[in-house]
T-cell receptor, first 114, second 114 residues
Framework: AQSVTQLGSHVSVSEGALVLLRCNYS??????LFWYVQYPNQGLQLLLK??????LVKGINGFEAEFKKSETSFHLTKPSAHMSDAAEYFC????????????FGTGTRLTIIP | DGGITQSPKYLFRKEGQNVTLSCEQN?????MYWYRQDPGQGLRLIYY???????QKGDIAEGYSVSREKKESFPLTVTSAQKNPTAFYLC?????????????FGPGTRLTVL
């Protein structure tokens, strides 16, 4: 079975500062990993995904994440926060290998301080 | 434009009434999913379908029912047996076994039971 833990339900950063959102996973098989973003009262939008290719994955809006197998982590980063980054972020894991079910973390709400 | 539509955006019902939430996709995806989102709990899988005329229970299927008579449609019925139906409901789809395992989300329906 797969599981995801997102450390920190709320994160605040100043505009222009580094954004770091943490995600640790548990999986009995090589995982596929995803970061999604959700703006208020909207659906989820894919930011980036890891599917066993390059361990450093670049996504939309300047975000990137690094897959570290030894640490079972897939943390999301952005060098310089923008006000438009304020949203809720979800990490998710899939078993892959023909199993498309996703298991989501509980989410991290990112606030940007002007 | 290809995508997933959910209707209505907001739905109000009296306690004890069944209600059906619509989900339609024109992405030609084989798999479709229904999630429930509550504050602080992330997304929880209600039902999913990998092919027409077949569906499986997710983690919280009690009090819900679905059908998959057409590839593009996956309606969810919230029955009176669901003890706490007020929530944000998200529909998603994915390409299928030969795809990239990412899920594409609709805009969601917010259900309030009075």
């Amino acid at each position: 079975a797969q599981s995801v833990t997102q450390l920190g339900s709320h994160v605040s950063v100043s505009e222009g500062a580094l954004v770091l959102l943490r995600c640790n996973y548990s999986s009995s098989v090589p995982p596929y990993l995803f970061w999604y973003v959700q703006y208020p009262n909207q659906g989820l939008q894919l930011l980036l995904k890891y599917t066993s290719a390059a361990t450093l994955v670049k996504g939309i809006n300047g975000f990137e994440a690094e897959f570290k197998k030894s640490e079972t982590s897939f943390h999301l980063t952005k060098p310089s926060a923008h006000m438009s980054d304020a949203a809720e972020y979800f990490c998710a894991v899939s078993a892959g290998w023909g199993n498309e079910k996703l298991t989501f973390g509980t989410g991290t709400r990112l606030t940007i301080i002007p | 434009d290809g995508g997933i539509t959910q209707s209505p955006k907001y739905l109000f019902r009296k306690e004890g009434q069944n209600v059906t939430l619509s989900c339609e996709q024109n992405l030609n995806h084989d798999a479709m999913y229904w999630y429930r989102q509550d504050p602080g709990q992330g997304l929880r899988l209600i039902y999913y379908s990998q092919i027409v005329n077949d569906f499986q229970k997710g983690d919280i299927a009690e009090g819900y029912s679905v059908s998959r008579e057409k590839k593009e449609s996956f309606p969810l019925t919230v029955t009176s047996a669901q003890k706490n139906p007020t929530a944000f409901y998200l529909c998603a789809s994915s390409p299928g076994l030969a795809g990239s395992y990412e899920q594409f989300f609709g805009p969601g329906t917010r259900l309030t039971v009075l």
